[in-house]
Each structure stands twice: as structure tokens, then as C-alpha cells.
T-cell receptor, first 111, second 115 residues
Framework: GENVEQHPSTLSVQEGDSAVIKCTYSDSASNYFPWYKQELGKGPQLIIDIRSNVGEKKDQRIAVTLNKTAKHFSLHITETQPEDSAVYFCAASSNTDKLIFGTGTRLQVFP | GAVVSQHPSRVICKSGTSVKIECRSLDFQATTMFWYRQFPKQSLMLMATSNEGSKATYEQGVEKDKFLINHASLTLSTLTVTSAHPEDSSFYIC???????????FGQGTRLTVV
């Protein structure tokens, strides 16, 4: 089955700096890669996703890149703000299988 | 995005009692709903996959008789924690998808405390 690894587990950045979170997956059949943001005591919220027919997707300060050959995908947050502080999860799924989540990255943005 | 409502957000119950948690997709029909458990500072652990009109598929190690899942309609799935014990205390989260391999929308989560 699919296995998703996520790094780093914690990340601290200064406000205005960029943050990058990386994930690798094992199943070459995986073709859908969402990223979720979870604030304390709340359910995860989808922030961006990408499918395997695209190499990069951007939405304002957030971007995701996908390297199918290497089986890894990354989340990039530019111009970070304190409200970006949360736990971020990557995930992967295929046409026939459920979402598999990474272990999460706790991002802290210091003012 | 679509809205998934989970209720209650917090519940405290006594050991030995049962607790029901509801998960509703408010503005779309969900063929599949998922139930997760999350321990502090950890990732989401999938407990079971719930398909409307059929029995839930449980992940290995999850007790079917303890965590009863019912997906009676395309907009509602329930998780009942039976004969709750303190070790069942956790954060339970549901998610819903229109179809497999598409966006999963999560509920707000339910903090269960068993005393």
C-alpha cells in the first residue's frame, strides 16, 4: 500500500520568510496530492491540491510542486504570516484507494 | 468549498456509556465518508471507510464492535463509541468525498473525554 513520508516535523520561520515542506510517496499509481492545514482543535482544511498531470500549481502565497519521477511533492509558502502557523499535512491517493496522510509538519511563524 | 458538519464538537461521558458522533455533508452528496482518530501532536489515523448503504470497512486493529459506523444516507454518517473507556478519549474527525480520489472535506472534529 501507499506510504507517505513528510519532512520536517517542525519548522520555525521569521515572518516574511518562505517555508517549504516536503513529502515523498511510494505508490506510483498515486495521482492526487492534497495539502491540508490544521489549526489547534479543528479539523483539517484543504489549502491546495495537485494532480499528476501537472507539475506545479500556485494560489497566491501558496504553491505545490510535483516530481512524479522522484515521487515527491512539496508545499511552498511565501511571505509567511503569523496566521500561517498551524500543522500541515500532505496526502496522496490513487483512483482506487483512500487518502494516505503524512505525519504532519508543525509550522511556527514568528513576528 | 463544500461543508461538512460534525456534531458534537466536545463531549464528556462516563465510562461504560455510549457516545454517538454525527457527520453531515451539508451541500453535497458523499458516496464515501471516513472516520479518523487523532492523538495529540500526531497525524490522522484512519479508523474506517463508510459507504452509503453498505457495511463500513475497518482498518486493521480497529474494533468493529466498539466503533459502530452507520452510513444511512448520502449526507449522514455516524460513529458510535460503545462502552467507552478512558483510553477511548481522543479527537475524532470525519471527512466526506463526492467520489474517491477527489477533495476530502473534513468536519470540525469531536473531542471525546471519557471519565
Amino acid at each position: 500500500g501507499e506510504n507517505v513520508e513528510q519532512h520536517p516535523s517542525t519548522l520555525s520561520v521569521q515572518e516574511g520568510d518562505s517555508a517549504v515542506i516536503k513529502c515523498t510517496y511510494s505508490d506510483s499509481a498515486s495521482n492526487y496530492f492534497p495539502w491540508y492545514k490544521q489549526e489547534l482543535g479543528k479539523g483539517p482544511q484543504l489549502i491546495i491540491d495537485i494532480r499528476s498531470n501537472v507539475g506545479e500549481k500556485k494560489d497566491q502565497r501558496i504553491a505545490v510542486t510535483l516530481n512524479k519521477t522522484a515521487k515527491h511533492f512539496s508545499l511552498h509558502i511565501t511571505e509567511t504570516q503569523p496566521e500561517d502557523s498551524a500543522v500541515y499535512f500532505c496526502a496522496a491517493s490513487s483512483n482506487t484507494d483512500k487518502l494516505i496522510f503524512g505525519t504532519g509538519t508543525r509550522l511556527q511563524v514568528f513576528p | 468549498g463544500a461543508v461538512v458538519s460534525q456534531h458534537p464538537s466536545r463531549v464528556i461521558c462516563k465510562s461504560g456509556t455510549s457516545v454517538k458522533i454525527e457527520c453531515r455533508s451539508l451541500d453535497f452528496q458523499a458516496t464515501t465518508m471516513f472516520w479518523y482518530r487523532q492523538f495529540p501532536k500526531q497525524s490522522l489515523m484512519l479508523m474506517a471507510t463508510s459507504n452509503e448503504g453498505s457495511k463500513a470497512t475497518y482498518e486493521q486493529g480497529v474494533e468493529k464492535d466498539k466503533f459502530l459506523i452507520n452510513h444511512a444516507s448520502l449526507t449522514l454518517s455516524t460513529l458510535t463509541v460503545t462502552s467507552a473507556h478512558p483510553e477511548d478519549s481522543s479527537f475524532y474527525i470525519c471527512s466526506a468525498q463526492r467520489v474517491m480520489n477527489t477533495e476530502a472535506f473534513f468536519g470540525q472534529g469531536t473531542r471525546l473525554t471519557v471519565v
